[in-house]
């Protein structure tokens, strides 16, 4: 990531034209998802704890039913202008243990261009960097968009199997 006050940004999401996953379950132990979902991101995206985020934490717990709502963001980082990003939202509830889940998957690809200072804004700089970006990075950014759909797809089916142990029990 690059840490600048201004730069250029460049959005790919890691699924054209699909914005977002969504992944539905119900039936039995819904609430085991969030512990799923965290074991998940840290094996699956193999990221330190300081770029897993955990935006929305809700849960409400009744005598017979559970509400929750949590939401994850995770970084990771890739080289010094590249980087994914996968917005993770659990939603559910759990009445007498019986309930639904819907597991939303936001993933895209981020490159982070600095413009701060006069040279970063210059014109001839613009040239160069575009020249380099075109016959170097592009390639580069198409082997990281493999590497994100190889990840959610990953993430994907860890979740898909954990549904089906719970199918079973």
């Known amino acids: 990531m690059v840490w600048a006050r201004t730069k250029l940004l460049i959005w790919d999401y890691i699924f054209e034209p699909v914005k977002d996953i ?3 379950y119900s039936g039995e132990n819904t ?5 799923k979902i965290k074991e998940l991101i840290r094996t699956v995206f193999n990221v330190p704890e ?11 717990k009744g005598k017979e039913t559970e509400r929750f709502n ?18 993770i939202d ?3 509830f759990s009445t007498n243990g019986e309930g639904k889940v819907s597991i939303k998957l ?6 982070e261009y600095p413009q701060d200072t006069i040279w970063e804004q210059n014109i001839i700089y613009e040239m160069f960097r ?6 170097f990075y592009h390639h580069k950014r198409m ?12 993430f994907e089916t860890g979740i898909k199997n954990f549904i089906e142990t719970l199918r079973k029990e």
């Open 143 to 154: 082997e990281y968009l493999d590497m994100g759909k190889e990840l959610i797809v990953n």
């Open 50 to 60: 300081a770029y897993l985020q955990e935006k929305s934490y809700d849960w409400e």
């Open 130 to 135: 575009r020249m380099w970006h075109k016959m």
């Open 22 to 24: 969504t992944i539905n």
């Open 90 to 92: 659990l939603k559910g």
């Open 106 to 111: 936001k993933p895209r690809l981020i490159t």
């Open 31 to 35: 609430t085991l998802f969030y512990k």
């Open 70 to 87: 949590v939401g994850w963001e995770v970084n990771k980082v890739l080289d010094t202008y590249s980087y994914i990003v996968v917005e």
